[in-house]
C-alpha cells in the first residue's frame, strides 16, 4: 500500500508538481477533521471541513470567474489572475467532502491515514475519476492483490485499459480532429453551415464521450490490475431514451455524488413538485458549474435540469412515446446541450443552435474538414456496441486470438502515442 | 456486471495465465521485431552502426530526411531557406555555377533551423562551392522576430545536434511507416516523387493553375486589389528606427562567419507578390528599408558576397499569374529566377527591374572565375 501511495504521488507531480503540496494538505486537513470529529463529536467540525474544501475549490477554480460578475455588476474591469488549475481538484476535493459527509451522518469511520491518503490520491483515478466512495474502495485496501483469481483480473483489466486508451487515442482524437476546427471557426465569428454545425455537434459529442469515458475505463482498469473494483462510470449514454435515462448513464459516479450529496439534502421530491423543481434546478446549475467556471456550463447544468423536470412532467402523464422517439428526442436534447457547453461565448452558442434548426438556411456544403464520415463510423460503437465494461468484464473469453490482438492494438496504441504531438508541415492549400 | 473482485468462476485461472503469456509474448514480439526493423531500415540514415544502404527522401517531413541529403558527398553547394526557395532546382543552377547544389531548403523554416541545416552540410563539406541563402519574411516581419527565431515545434534536434549517441529516431508510428517506405524504395518496390537533390515540386501541375483561386489567395477575392500607399507617409523618428529588432541578422551574420572566403555567397531576397510587400509610407515599409539598411552593412565586405533583392514592385511581383499565394512564386517564375540569379552574380544582368543589388556591387570581372573551373 505504500508503494502505491508512494505511486500515486509521483505520478501526480509527473503532471506539475507544483499542486503536489495542495494535494498533500488537502489530504492531512481532512484527515486531521475526520479525527478531530471523531475525538470532539461536534457535528459542525465535518461542516467546517466541506467549507474548508470548498474554500479550496473556490479559490482555485472559480476565484476569476466570481470576481469578474462581481465587478461587472459593479461595472469594472477585471483583469483575470494568474491562478493556474490544479489538475484533479475537482474530483479529490468531492471525494473528501462526501467522505465528510458520510462521517458527519454516520456512515463511514475514520480510517488509518495511510489508507486515506491512498484512497485520495490512488492514481487511477486521481486526475479525471471517477468519484469513488470510501466504502467502495478502502475495504479492499486490505486485499492481496494475487488473491485468487489473479490472471483473469490482469487480463481483464488489460483488455478494459485498452480499450480505455483505443478510446481516447483513436477515437477520441480523431472525432476532435473534426469539431475542433469548426467550433474554432465559430468562435472567430465564422457562420457555419448547417451541414457543418451538425457535423461539428456529432464530431464534438463522440469526442467528450470517447475521452471521458476512456479515461474512465482506463481507470477502472488500472483498477483491476492493483486487484480493485472502481465503479463504473459510463453505461452507453447515447442509447437512453430519457434524460433521466442520461444522467444514470453518464458520469454515473458524478450523478450519484450530486443525488445523494445535494439533491436529497435539498429536499429531493419529498416536498411537492416546486421544492423538487428547486432542487433539481440547483442541484444541476452546480453540477454545471463543476464542469467549469463559466456562464455556459452553468446554462448546460439549467439546460439538464429543464430536461429533468419536463422528463418528469412527462412521466406523469403516462403516455408513452415509441422508444425510437424518445432515444432521438433525447440524444437532440442532449447535444444541442452540448452545443451551449462547448461553444466558448453564449451568442457563439445562439448561432450555432439557431443553425442547428436551419435558421441560417439548410446548406448541406461541408468546407474543408477531411475525415467528416467518420463522425457516422464512430458513432456506431457508441450507439450500438456494446459497453467496454461489458466486453472486457463479462464477454471476454480467455482465448490466445483475443490476446493476439490485444497485443497487436496495445503496440499500436504505443506508436500512435508516440506521434502525439507531431504533426508535418502541411500548410500548403493551393 | 460480474463481481470481479474475485473472480475464478468462468474459467480456470490455467486459461487466463495462457491468455497473459499469449499477449505478453506478442507484446515483446512486435515490440523488438519493430525496434529492429528501424534499425535496421534507419530511415532517416541517422544511425551510425546501420547497414551502409543508400537511402532516399521517402516522405514529405524534409526536416527528417533533409540531414542525409546534407551528408551526401555528390553535393558541393547547397541552398539553404523556405519554402521560397524550395522550387529552386539545383539541376537549373549547377552548370550556371558549376556547382553540385542540393536544395535544402524546409517548409516555414525558422533561421535556427536554416542555421542548423547549414551546420550538417558545413560539417561534411567544410569547403563549399557555392551557398544560396533564400531570404523572406521570416528575417524581417516582426512577428516572426520571435517566434521564427528558435525551432519549430516538431524540429527533431537529436538529427542535427550533432551528437551520434542520440541519434535513434523515436519510437512512433511516423518512424516505421518511415521505416517501411523506406524498406520499399531500397527493394525497389516503390520509387517516391522527391528529388535525389533535394528538389521537389510541391506546387501543383502548371494546367491545374487557376488564376481565380489564387487571387483569392493573395487578396483575399477574386477581384484584384491595388497597393494602397499610406497617406500621410508614417514617420519615425531615429530612435524609433534604430530600436527594430531583427534578430535573424544576428543568425545571418553567424552562417556567413562560418563560410571560407573562397566559397561564393549569395543571399537571394526571394520575391513576395507585390501586394503583400510593405505599401508605400507604411510603417512596416520603414522596417523594410531599415532590413535592408542593415542587412547591406552585414554584407558590405562580405568576400565574393552577393545580395540580389527580387522582392519589389517587379514584372514578377506584380502579375498574379506567376504566383499560387502571395509567397510562393510558379515553377516558371523560379526557372527565371535561376538564370536571373546568374546573371545577377556576374554582373551582366540588363533589366533591372527584377533584380537590385543593394550591396557588393563590385562587377566580377572575369565570370569565367566560377563559370567554368
Known amino acids: 500500500m505504500g508503494w502505491l501511495l508512494l505511486a500515486s504521488l509521483v505520478f501526480y507531480s509527473y503532471w506539475d508538481v507544483r499542486f503536489l503540496p495542495l494535494l498533500l494538505i488537502s489530504v492531512v486537513m481532512n484527515w486531521c477533521l475526520a479525527r478531530f470529529y471523531e475525538a470532539a463529536g461536534h457535528p459542525a467540525i465535518p461542516l467546517v471541513g466541506v467549507m474548508m474544501n470548498l474554500l479550496i475549490i473556490g479559490i482555485f477554480k472559480y476565484a476569476n470567474f466570481v470576481t469578474e460578475n462581481l465587478l461587472l455588476v459593479w461595472g469594472s474591469r477585471f483583469e483575470p489572475w494568474n491562478i493556474a488549475l490544479p489538475l484533479g481538484i475537482s474530483f479529490f476535493t468531492f471525494q473528501q467532502i462526501s467522505y465528510l459527509l458520510d462521517l458527519r451522518r454516520g456512515q463511514a469511520p475514520v480510517y488509518p491515514f495511510g489508507q486515506y491518503a491512498l484512497y485520495v490520491t490512488f492514481f487511477p483515478q486521481l486526475i479525471a475519476g471517477p468519484i469513488v466512495r470510501h466504502n467502495e474502495l478502502i475495504d479492499q485496501f486490505d486485499l492481496s492483490p494475487q488473491r485468487d483469481g489473479c490472471a483473469e483480473r490482469l487480463s481483464r483489466g488489460f483488455i478494459l485499459f485498452l480499450i480505455g486508451l483505443a478510446k481516447k487515442v483513436i477515437l477520441a482524437d480523431k472525432m476532435a480532429e473534426i469539431a475542433t476546427p469548426l467550433f474554432s471557426l465559430a468562435a472567430e465569428g465564422t457562420h457555419l453551415t448547417f451541414a457543418e454545425v451538425w457535423v461539428a455537434a456529432g464530431g464534438y459529442a463522440l469526442q467528450l464521450y470517447f475521452d471521458f469515458s476512456g479515461y474512465s475505463d482506463m481507470a477502472i482498469g488500472l483498477g483491476l490490475l492493483f486487484g480493485f473494483t472502481i465503479p463504473i462510470n459510463f453505461n452507453a449514454p447515447y442509447i437512453a431514451v430519457s434524460v433521466r435515462d442520461y444522467w444514470r448513464r453518464w458520469h454515473i459516479t458524478l450523478s450519484r455524488f450530486l443525488r445523494d450529496y445535494l439533491y436529497i439534502p435539498l429536499g429531493g421530491s419529498r416536498f411537492g413538485l416546486p421544492r423538487q423543481v428547486f432542487a433539481v434546478m440547483v442541484t444541476m446549475g452546480l453540477g454545471g458549474l463543476w464542469h467549469g467556471a463559466s456562464w455556459n456550463c452553468i446554462l448546460w447544468g439549467l439546460w439538464q435540469g429543464v430536461g429533468l423536470i419536463g422528463n418528469h412532467l412527462w412521466q406523469k402523464t403516462g403516455i408513452h412515446l415509441p422508444r425510437a422517439v424518445a432515444w432521438l428526442m433525447t440524444l437532440l436534447f442532449i447535444i444541442s446541450g452540448y452545443m451551449v457547453f462547448r461553444s466558448e461565448t453564449l451568442p457563439q452558442a445562439w448561432t450555432m443552435l439557431a443553425t442547428m434548426i436551419g435558421w441560417h438556411g439548410w446548406s448541406l456544403v461541408v468546407n474543408d474538414v477531411p475525415h467528416r464520415w467518420h463522425v457516422i463510423i464512430f458513432a456506431l460503437p457508441a450507439l450500438i456496441g456494446p459497453t467496454s465494461h461489458e466486453l472486457a468484464l463479462n464477454k471476454l473469453q480467455p482465448r490466445p486470438i483475443y490476446a493476439t490482438l490485444a497485443a497487436g492494438l496495445f503496440i499500436y496504441l504505443i506508436w500512435m502515442i508516440g506521434d502525439e504531438g507531431y504533426s508535418e508541415f502541411i500548410y500548403f492549400q493551393f | ?373
Not at chain 2, 523488438?32 to 534507419?42: K, N, T, W
Not at chain 2, 493553375?209 to 514617420?235: F, H, N, S
Not at chain 2, 523594410?288 to 514584372?315: A, C, K
Request: charged fraction near 20%; glycine fraction near 4%; aromatic fraction near 12%.
Open chain 2, 1 to 373: 456486471m460480474k463481481d470481479i473482485r474475485n473472480l475464478s468462476i468462468f474459467s480456470s485461472s490455467g486459461d487466463w495465465k495462457a491468455f497473459l503469456r499469449t499477449a505478453a509474448c506478442v507484446v515483446l514480439i512486435l515490440f523488438l521485431g519493430s525496434v529492429i526493423f528501424i534499425l535496421v531500415v534507419d530511415p532517416y540514415a541517422s544511425i551510425p552502426f546501420s547497414p551502409n544502404w543508400e537511402r532516399t527522401t521517402v516522405d514529405g517531413d524534409q526536416r527528417l530526411f533533409y540531414p542525409n541529403l546534407a551528408r551526401s558527398a555528390r553535393f558541393d553547394s547547397a541552398i539553404i531557406g523556405t519554402s521560397s526557395g524550395r522550387l529552386l532546382r539545383p539541376e537549373g543552377l549547377n552548370k550556371r555555377f558549376a556547382s553540385q547544389f542540393v536544395n535544402l531548403c524546409l517548409n516555414a523554416a525558422s533561421v535556427y533551423e536554416q542555421e542548423a541545416m547549414l551546420n550538417i552540410f558545413l560539417a561534411h563539406h567544410p569547403h563549399p562551392r557555392t551557398i544560396i541563402f533564400g531570404i523572406d519574411h521570416v528575417y524581417f516581419k516582426p512577428e516572426y522576430d520571435k517566434q521564427h527565431i528558435g525551432p519549430s515545434e516538431n524540429w527533431p534536434e537529436w538529427l542535427y545536434d550533432q551528437n551520434p549517441l542520440n541519434n535513434f529516431p523515436p519510437y512512433r508510428l511516423h518512424t516505421l511507416t518511415h521505416a517501411w517506405h523506406q524498406f520499399l524504395s531500397m527493394a525497389g518496390l516503390k520509387t517516391y516523387k522527391y528529388g535525389r537533390d533535394g528538389y521537389t515540386d510541391f506546387t501543383r501541375p502548371m494546367d491545374e493553375y487557376d488564376l481565380d483561386r489564387a487571387r483569392v489567395k493573395i487578396y483575399g477575392t477574386q477581384e484584384p486589389k491595388p497597393v494602397k500607399a499610406v497617406v500621410p507617409p508614417t514617420r519615425m523618428s531615429s530612435a524609433e528606427i534604430e530600436a527594430f529588432k531583427f534578430s535573424s541578422l544576428a543568425i545571418l551574420a553567424r552562417m556567413l562567419s562560418k563560410l571560407p572566403d573562397e566559397t561564393l555567397k549569395i543571399l537571394v531576397l526571394t520575391p513576395a507578390h507585390n501586394f503583400i510587400q510593405p505599401a508605400p509610407g507604411s510603417a512596416s515599409a520603414i522596417r523594410w528599408q531599415e532590413f535592408l539598411r542593415r542587412l547591406t552593412e552585414l554584407t558590405r565586405n562580405l568576400p565574393r558576397g552577393y545580395v540580389l533583392n527580387f522582392n519589389i514592385p517587379s514584372p514578377i511581383t506584380t502579375q498574379d499569374a506567376n504566383y499560387w499565394d502571395g509567397q510562393h512564386y510558379t515553377v516558371v517564375v523560379a526557372a527565371e529566377l535561376e538564370s536571373l540569379i546568374a546573371e545577377g552574380v556576374r554582373g551582366t544582368i540588363d533589366n533591372a527591374n527584377y533584380v537590385r543589388l543593394v550591396a557588393n556591387k563590385y562587377r566580377v570581372l572575369s565570370p569565367q572565375n566560377f563559370i567554368e573551373k
